[in-house]
């Protein structure tokens, strides 16, 4: 497992929900993939959810942008509740922020042309402040001087820090990570996973679904674990790698831990 | 026992494999098989070139006005189309009003080489080419139809030869490929209406002849229309040829579209990106790269489908040769006459030819993935 970064303080949650799900199911066709989730995320938490693949995690953070459309159940994020009208979906994806397993950068745009696209067409910024914004953010992931590169001439560290930057640009509220080192060589996974602990300092709130045991144990609020489309357990860190509670959850731990 | 070497500076190739030799060797003699082709290859040149060559050039006749200069020397009578040369170029465009189509063609070209010099920033290409495509089309008109601002009127039935095939090729062009564009989104829509609407027209188009839409243009539609209504020939060839090449430019784009992986419009759709944007910044410009040569493909073939005009009765390059090699003061140069247009079609398909493989060198940013 990586060495990371020191663990960000966990410091005291605010009491304000910024994502809030309420009883949502979802099928495809008539296969069951979410059953029942419930989840409440505060301001500035971050939780890591895991489980065994096929288990929903995915296809949960993705109702949350609506990605994924869900067949029953209510979605609140930050105060606005997820609807069939699209000018809504569209008003709550500027505010959540999205990293894919295979980064989606747009091959045909530079890096800096990646960044700047949504400020200016969907936040209406001018070009110079966005490109202003997009260099500060790729700075802060360290690779400003591959800014007019276009990605097919980055490693897969760099694509993924490249995206994490993209969606910053937009200065999201949330941000939601699928997956993001499992497509990565194992020499780029910490610079991947150190990026995301230093968004965890500044205090974004984040849902990141991983197997990156490390990075739950430093950065974690909460660790969820998911099963056959159901919640099994939610507990800090500490809690659930010491003390798994359901016998799936040990068995899973065991899987991964010790493999 | 560790063994060090030291390295030593590279040494020549074998000389059987480099130079005149190696590349003969190579490319043209590397089997048997091969060697007796490129024999027989040589043997075909050998018999067919000269006497190409003889009729094209050295025996042809180049000036003269009348059949007479061309009895003699037995090559190619290049006087037949010099004589006929305007003619294959403006059809009947009344001789003294031709300035106009010069006019119209220089305006285009010099309009539109802005758009070709790689140091013109986007921004300007981007408007000067949504600006020639609103304001030309009618410019154009205006000059070529006349009536107005003191220029004597030209009835469509007047344009004709290679001014005539470029008119239906360049709005056929630059019509076909937004609607194809526009029918290919349209089909892979979530809305089903609009799916169905686009699937059943795109299907209809494809299914029948392009000869068959033209003769229904000429002969069935006046039966639907009310008695006296004057519907311009050349407009419904025009029409018949863009509603029929964008369905099959739809189906090229469509190739494109799907090409692209469903990542990027879920991350267009993430940033907040809608449907438009995500479609005219994301996709399209990535699936239309992708499919330049069948894009192409289709705007040659759109070219050449220019001359089925005929069928209907309009005067193309096509039709105006031909008609110029049953002159009975012209007869018996009809070769001459078809070489030429075969060498006009060839110029401008081969130069789009080019031009689409300079253009896909130039987009070309993918590298690995």
Request: include cysteine; glycine fraction near 8%; charged fraction near 15%.
């Given at each position: 497992?990586?060495?990371?970064?020191?663990?960000?303080?966990?410091?005291?949650?605010s009491?304000?929900?910024?994502?809030?799900?309420?009883g949502?199911?979802?099928w495809?066709?008539?296969?069951?993939?979410?059953?029942?989730?419930?989840?409440?995320?505060?301001?500035?938490?971050?939780?890591v959810?895991?489980?065994?693949?096929?288990?929903?995690?995915?296809?949960?953070?993705?109702?949350?942008?609506?990605?994924?459309?869900?067949?029953?159940?209510?979605?609140?994020?930050?105060?606005?509740?997820?609807?069939?009208?699209?000018?809504?979906?569209?008003?709550?994806?500027?505010?959540?922020?999205?990293?894919?397993?295979?980064?989606?950068?747009?091959?045909?745009?530079?890096?800096?042309?990646?960044?700047?696209?949504?400020?200016?067409?969907?936040?209406?910024?001018?070009?110079?402040?966005?490109?202003?914004?997009?260099?500060?953010?790729?700075?802060r992931?360290?690779?400003?001087?591959?800014?007019?590169?276009?990605?097919?001439?980055?490693?897969?560290?760099?694509q993924?820090?490249?995206?994490?930057?993209?969606?910053?640009?937009?200065?999201?509220?949330?941000?939601?990570?699928?997956?993001?080192?499992?497509?990565?060589?194992?020499?780029?996974?910490?610079?991947?996973?150190?990026?995301?602990?230093?968004?965890?300092?500044?205090?974004?709130?984040?849902?990141c679904?991983?197997?990156?045991?490390g990075?739950?144990?430093?950065v974690?609020?909460?660790?969820i674990?998911?099963?056959?489309?159901?919640?099994?357990?939610?507990?800090?860190?500490?809690?659930?790698?010491?003390?798994?509670?359901?016998?799936?959850?040990?068995?899973?731990?065991?899987?991964?831990?010790?493999? | 026992?560790?063994?060090?070497?030291?390295?030593?500076?590279?040494?020549?190739?074998?000389?059987?494999?480099?130079?005149?030799?190696?590349?003969?060797?190579?490319?043209?003699?590397?089997?048997?098989?091969?060697?007796?082709?490129?024999?027989?290859?040589?043997?075909?040149?050998?018999?067919?070139?000269?006497?190409?060559?003889?009729?094209?050039?050295?025996?042809?006749?180049w000036?003269?006005?009348?059949?007479?200069a061309?009895?003699?020397?037995?090559?190619?009578?290049w006087?037949?189309?010099?004589?006929?040369?305007?003619?294959?170029?403006?059809?009947?465009?009344?001789?003294?009003?031709?300035?106009?189509?010069?006019?119209?063609?220089?305006?285009?070209?010099?309009?539109?080489?802005?758009?070709?010099?790689?140091?013109?920033?986007?921004?300007?290409?981007?408007?000067?080419?949504?600006?020639?495509?609103?304001?030309?089309?009618?410019?154009?008109?205006?000059?070529?139809?006349?009536?107005?601002?003191?220029?004597?009127?030209?009835d469509?039935?007047?344009?004709?030869?290679?001014?005539?095939?470029?008119?239906?090729?360049?709005?056929?062009?630059?019509?076909?490929?937004?609607?194809?564009?526009?029918?290919?989104?349209?089909?892979?829509?979530?809305?089903p209406?609009?799916?169905?609407?686009?699937?059943?027209?795109?299907?209809?188009?494809?299914?029948?002849?392009?000869?068959?839409?033209l003769?229904?243009?000429?002969?069935?539609?006046?039966?639907?229309l009310?008695?006296?209504?004057?519907?311009?020939?050349?407009?419904?060839?025009?029409?018949?040829?863009?509603?029929?090449q964008?369905?099959?430019?739809?189906?090229?784009?469509?190739?494109?579209?799907q090409?692209?992986?469903?990542?990027?419009?879920?991350?267009?759709?993430?940033?907040?990106?809608?449907?438009?944007?995500?479609?005219?910044?994301?996709?399209?410009?990535?699936?239309?790269?992708?499919?330049?040569?069948?894009?192409?493909?289709?705007?040659?073939?759109?070219?050449?489908?220019?001359?089925?005009?005929?069928?209907?009765?309009?005067?193309?390059?096509?039709?105006?040769?031909?008609?110029?090699?049953?002159?009975?003061?012209?007869?018996?140069?009809?070769?001459?006459?078809?070489?030429?247009?075969?060498?006009?079609?060839?110029?401008?398909?081969?130069?789009?030819?080019?031009?689409?493989?300079?253009?896909?060198?130039?987009?070309?940013?993918?590298?690995?993935?």
């Amino acid at each position: 497992m990586s060495e990371l970064s020191p663990s960000p303080a966990r410091t005291l949650l605010s009491d304000q929900a910024m994502i809030q799900m309420e009883g949502i199911h979802k099928w495809y066709g008539a296969f069951h993939v979410l059953k029942d989730i419930n989840l409440t995320v505060r301001k500035g938490e971050r939780i890591v959810v895991c489980g065994p693949s096929g288990s929903g995690k995915s296809t949960t953070i993705r109702c949350i942008n609506r990605l994924e459309e869900y067949q029953r159940g209510r979605i609140v994020v930050d105060g606005q509740e997820l609807s069939n009208d699209v000018k809504q979906i569209e008003r709550i994806r500027r505010e959540v922020g999205m990293v894919f397993q295979h980064f989606n950068l747009f091959p045909h745009l530079t890096v800096l042309e990646n960044c700047v696209l949504a400020p200016i067409w969907v936040r209406k910024l001018p070009r110079k402040q966005a490109e202003d914004i997009a260099m500060q953010y790729l700075e802060r992931v360290k690779i400003p001087e591959q800014a007019g590169k276009y990605p097919g001439q980055l490693s897969g560290g760099q694509q993924q820090r490249v995206a994490i930057a993209r969606s910053l640009c937009m200065n999201p509220k949330i941000m939601l990570f699928d997956e993001p080192t499992s497509a990565l060589d194992p020499e780029m996974i910490k610079e991947v996973l150190d990026t995301m602990v230093a968004l965890a300092e500044d205090g974004m709130t984040m849902i990141c679904v991983t197997h990156e045991m490390g990075f739950a144990k430093t950065v974690a609020h909460r660790v969820i674990f998911m099963d056959g489309g159901e919640i099994i357990e939610q507990n800090p860190p500490e809690e659930f790698f010491t003390n798994p509670q359901s016998d799936r959850t040990k068995l899973f731990l065991s899987q991964i831990l010790h493999h | 026992m560790a063994e060090i070497r030291v390295s030593r500076p590279g040494s020549q190739p074998p000389s059987n494999t480099v130079g005149t030799f190696g590349w003969l060797r190579r490319n043209l003699f590397s089997s048997p098989l091969n060697a007796a082709l490129t024999i027989l290859a040589l043997y075909l040149l050998y018999s067919a070139l000269p006497p190409l060559l003889r009729w094209a050039f050295l025996d042809a006749t180049w000036s003269g006005d009348d059949r007479e200069a061309c009895a003699t020397n037995g090559g190619a009578c290049w006087a037949f189309i010099r004589v006929h040369f305007d003619q294959f170029m403006y059809g009947f465009y009344p001789s003294d009003q031709r300035w106009r189509v010069n006019a119209t063609v220089l305006l285009l070209i010099f309009g539109a080489a802005p758009l070709f010099v790689r140091t013109v920033p986007n921004k300007i290409k981007i408007r000067l080419g949504l600006g020639l495509l609103a304001i030309y089309p009618i410019f154009a008109f205006a000059l070529l139809t006349g009536g107005a601002i003191g220029l004597p009127a030209v009835d469509t039935s007047q344009w004709g030869g290679l001014l005539l095939t470029l008119v239906i090729a360049g709005v056929g062009m630059t019509a076909a490929l937004p609607l194809g564009v526009l029918l290919a989104l349209g089909r892979r829509s979530q809305m089903p209406a609009i799916q169905t609407l686009c699937v059943t027209f795109i299907e209809f188009w494809r299914g029948v002849p392009l000869i068959t839409v033209l003769f229904m243009s000429s002969v069935m539609l006046p039966l639907f229309l009310p008695a006296g209504t004057n519907f311009d020939k050349l407009l419904r060839a025009l029409i018949g040829v863009t509603l029929f090449q964008a369905a099959y430019m739809a189906e090229v784009v469509r190739g494109g579209l799907q090409a692209i992986p469903k990542g990027q419009t879920e991350a267009a759709a993430a940033l907040g990106l809608g449907y438009w944007k995500t479609m005219g910044l994301i996709v399209l410009p990535q699936a239309l790269k992708l499919v330049i040569p069948g894009i192409v493909n289709t705007l040659i073939a759109l070219f050449k489908d220019t001359s089925l005009v005929l069928i209907i009765g309009l005067f193309d390059l096509m039709n105006i040769v031909h008609n110029a090699t049953t002159n009975p003061e012209w007869l018996g140069f009809s070769t001459e006459g078809y070489v030429f247009a075969a060498i006009v079609y060839w110029l401008f398909c081969f130069g789009m030819s080019r031009y689409s493989q300079h253009l896909e060198k130039r987009l070309h940013t993918g590298h690995k993935r």
